[in-house]
């Protein structure tokens, strides 16, 4: 679009340069007839000279011999038809003088409208080359603007794969340790089964030798029922020490098994607790419940170190993010003091230019003042004398086209100099903006990250709680 505007004024120039050379030779080839009409008056004069000449000699009575042979009627006629022709050549003379003379005013107006159009043209020029500057600087200015831009959004990409890097690898022990976690439930319910399994058979055996106790109950009662119909008391007095030591023996053997069952159990279960933590807890293998608080603590020890480590990333980052933004903060004090100071530059330039305004104003009203006095008290020149007066006042033409656009270039120039303010001020206000949603946005990511650890604190807090309700 600018080079189209560029090749416009080009293009302009150059028909204003060919009008212009045009106008030139028109006012050569006027000069030139101008010329000719002055070597015809010339020739007019010589002519009137020799007429007056002759016409004295007549008067004076000095005729040639030749004279007095052709008699007067000859030379009335030949005087006649000379002054017939010296009249006709008068008024062609005139007439070509009209002619020119229309033909140069013409010329004239044409020339000085070629000049405003060419001041015209050189005004729309410098304002377009303004214009370009202008645009050339915002253009700049949009680079550098999208440069910055480029490199925060690398910046934030930067952080966000650092973020999913720790986000994978808190995944990864999250996994870990669900699978941990899987695996020790797994060996715990394994071993419950077996415990249960355990129990089960320890009751089935309580139960078949409470059933064995009872039969021999019953055997010993009929016995006894038998005894006492067929013997005497002696066989009966044998019998009972005979009977209790059978019950006092069957009893001690279902006691040994019983006792004998209970220790596969505690065994089962140190084995469990040494198959846990046989490296690390030597010392508490023979107790299972010291096994299950230690497995609690490392597993809330290995949390708090997750969190921990996740606090102390999210510190670090918050603390670049405040140095991001001391930085931003310093550059736009700057930019707004350079942004000041610019703006009271433009406005003496604003004041220089309106007092040049005014200033010219009065010149231009002045010279209006001097221009009209001057035609009232001017005089009326003669035909001959018009070329002369109107050379005198073309540059008197010429300059108040100057004034106007010089007044125009002024105009222009302050109202350039009115957009580039307001364009510093709305500038001025986005970047006021801009940072007071920068620091909102960080504000609520400082006071989201702090209720998301609150949050995960108490849920640790209560889980450790339960936990050590679980294990009293």
Known sequence: MVVMMMMAMVVMVIMMMAMVVMVMMMIAMVVVVMMM????????????????????????????????????????????????????????????????????????SEHTDVKKKLEGSR?????????????????????????????LVHAL???????QTMLGKLGQKEVLRQEAQQGLSTQLHAEAQRHSSLVQQLKQMVSEREAKVQELEQEVQQLALRKQEGGGEKNMSSSTPL?????????????????????????SALTAGIALDSS??????????????????????????ALYQAANVERDRLLELAKVQQRREEDAQQRRVEAEQKLCDERRRTVVLEQQLERAKLDTEKAGGHRANRSR????????????????????????????????????????????????????KNTLQAKEEDLQLYSTMMSQVKQVFLQALR??????????????
């Open 37 to 108: 009409v002055v070597v015809m008056v010339i020739q007019v004069r010589d002519l009137e000279q020799q007429l007056s000449v002759a016409s004295s000699r007549r008067q004076s009575g000095d005729l040639g011999p030749e004279q007095d042979m052709l008699g007067s009627g000859v030379h009335q006629r030949n005087q006649d038809r000379n002054h017939n022709y010296i009249r006709s050549m008068e008024r062609d003379r005139k007439e070509t003088l009209e002619k020119l003379s229309a033909d140069y005013e013409l010329l004239l």
């Open 123 to 151: 005004a729309r020029n410098r304002v377009l080359s303004t214009e370009l500057k202008a645009l050339k600087a915002q253009i700049t200015t949009l680079l550098d603007k999208a440069k910055h831009d480029d490199e």
């Open 157 to 163: 990409l930067k952080q966000q794969e650092q973020l």
């Open 243 to 267: 009977m209790a030591k059978e019950d006092g023996g069957r009893k001690s053997t279902s006691a040994r098994s019983i006792s004998k069952l209970g220790h596969k159990v505690v065994a």
């Open 280 to 305: 690390k807890h030597s010392e508490v293998a023979s107790c299972p419940a010291c096994a299950d608080k230690m497995a609690a603590l490392q597993t809330q020890s290995v949390e708090l170190q």
């Open 377 to 428: 008290t001017g005089t009326s020149f003669s035909g001959l004398s018009l070329p002369d007066k109107q050379e005198g006042l073309s540059p008197r033409r010429g300059s108040e086209p100057a004034r106007d656009t010089q007044l125009g270039e002024l105009s222009i120039q302050v109202a350039i100099q009115q957009k580039e303010l307001e364009a510093l001020r709305a500038s001025l």
């Open 459 to 472: 849920q640790h807090r209560q889980g450790a709680q339960q936990d050590t309700q679980q294990d009293t």
